[in-house]
């Protein structure tokens, strides 16, 4: 889970028994080397790397100005200034610096959102022995997932916090809760699938379990653990009555992710289409964010939270994984 947590929680869930993992999406190759050696010198378990690989698009510097202008009342409001756009990304693709950069520590498992990188990078990847898992949102993308050499799909549903792992297609209206989509990737791929989306407790386990799924993978439900880096604002919204409104959103990215409904959303719109491309709609709202949440404040603040809070514990995380875990033999 970018920005919400790093590699300590993913410690204390391979500690515990699960597979952690560390989000590498809005990390450099340094910063990446020095998370995997964190958990190597903290656990002999194995553990999952994710990475983001969506394709880069042409940085629109008349789209950043459209959007500069839609935010700028804001930016009014808390009195600053708005600098001139410049591109700069902080979520970028698994590429060869990448893989250059991680190689020599044979990672066991690698994750992909957004699809899977270019052949010559998928090649050196599995080259080097990693098993590659990558999410799916429809169960097109599975059957594309599973021809394209992946070893395990993710089945992410609907209900699922943070962004939606698309790639063949952006038509909101096709993406697929988790109980009918696990269950149709179960019958028509051959490779594991791990059920993902709105799965909060043991029986929430149990019952993604029995759709035949192989794993289940939970990322909401962590969000309050004490090893989490959820910011102050995200965990207290977390923890009112508000965070049962969740919607897609592409104001804080340019692609749609899922969170609690705040100001910039209600005032926006949930899906703008001023937004510049992923990752580029990021650079200014987050300024906005940085001022708002100096103040205290959640008006600017990507509250990724999936549909099903009811799980969300202040607890340590391998506490809350022995409870997940309570129903499986
Ligand atoms: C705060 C947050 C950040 C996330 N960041 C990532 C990410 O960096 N990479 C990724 O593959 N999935 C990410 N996800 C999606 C999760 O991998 C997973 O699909 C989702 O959390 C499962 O649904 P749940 O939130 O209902 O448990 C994120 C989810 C949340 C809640």
């Known amino acids: 889970m970018a920005g919400a947590q790093d590699s300590r929680l993913a410690i204390a869930v391979c500690e515990a028994g699960g597979l952690g993992s560390v989000p590498c999406g809005m990390l450099n190759a340094e910063q990446i080397v020095n998370e995997i050696r964190a958990v190597r010198s903290?656990?002999?378990?194995?553990?999952?790397?994710?990475?983001?690989?969506?394709e880069m698009p042409e940085f629109d510097i008349e789209k950043q100005l459209v959007w500069q202008d839609?935010?700028?009342?804001?930016?009014?409001?808390?009195?600053?200034?708005?600098?001139?756009?410049?591109?700069?990304?902080?979520?970028?693709?698994?590429n060869h610096e990448i893989a250059d950069a991680i190689e020599p520590f044979n990672p066991e498992i690698i994750s992909f959102h957004f699809g899977l990188p270019d052949k010559d990078l998928m090649k050196r990847v599995k080259g080097w022995g990693s098993r590659v898992l990558s999410s799916a949102t429809t169960l097109d993308e599975a059957v594309w997932l599973e021809e394209n050499g992946v070893d395990g799909i993710i089945a992410q549903g609907y209900e699922a916090g943070g962004h939606r792992g698309m790639f063949l297609s952006d038509d909101l209206s096709a993406q697929v809760g988790m109980f009918?989509?696990?269950?149709?990737?179960?019958?028509?791929?051959?490779?594991?699938?791990?059920?993902?989306?709105?799965?909060?407790?043991?029986?929430?386990?149990?019952?993604?379990?029995?759709?035949?799924?192989?794993?289940?993978?939970?990322?909401?439900?962590?969000?309050?653990?004490?090893?989490?880096?959820?910011?102050?604002?995200?965990?207290?919204?977390?923890?009112?009555?508000?965070?049962?409104?969740?919607?897609?959103?592409?104001?804080?990215?340019?692609?749609?992710?899922?969170?609690?409904?705040n100001r910039a959303m209600s005032e926006l719109g949930y899906l703008n289409e001023s937004a510049p491309a992923f990752p580029y709609a990021?650079?200014?709202?987050?300024?906005?964010?940085?001022?708002?949440?100096?103040?205290?404040?959640?008006?600017?603040?990507?509250?990724?939270?999936?549909?099903n809070v009811s799980g969300c514990k202040s607890i340590p995380a391998a506490e809350l994984l022995k409870q997940l875990a309570a129903n499986i033999a």
């Open 70 to 94: 839609t935010l700028a009342p804001y930016f009014a409001e808390m009195d600053i200034e708005c600098p001139p756009p410049v591109e700069s990304a902080s979520r970028m693709p698994f």
């Open 42 to 54: 903290a656990t002999d378990k194995p553990f999952n790397l994710n990475f983001f690989c969506h």
């Open 180 to 261: 009918s989509l696990a269950r149709q990737i179960t019958q028509s791929v051959n490779v594991p699938v791990i059920a993902a989306g709105g799965i909060a407790d043991a029986e929430g386990v149990a019952a993604a379990m029995k759709l035949g799924v192989d794993a289940v993978q939970v990322g909401t439900a962590f969000l309050l653990c004490d090893e989490a880096t959820t910011g102050t604002v995200h965990r207290k919204a977390l923890q009112q009555k508000r965070a049962q409104y969740t919607a897609l959103t592409n104001l804080f990215s340019g692609r749609p992710a899922r969170g609690i409904v």
């Open 282 to 307: 990021a650079t200014e709202i987050t300024q906005l964010r940085q001022r708002f949440e100096s103040a205290g404040r959640d008006d600017f603040t990507p509250l990724w939270c999936g549909q």
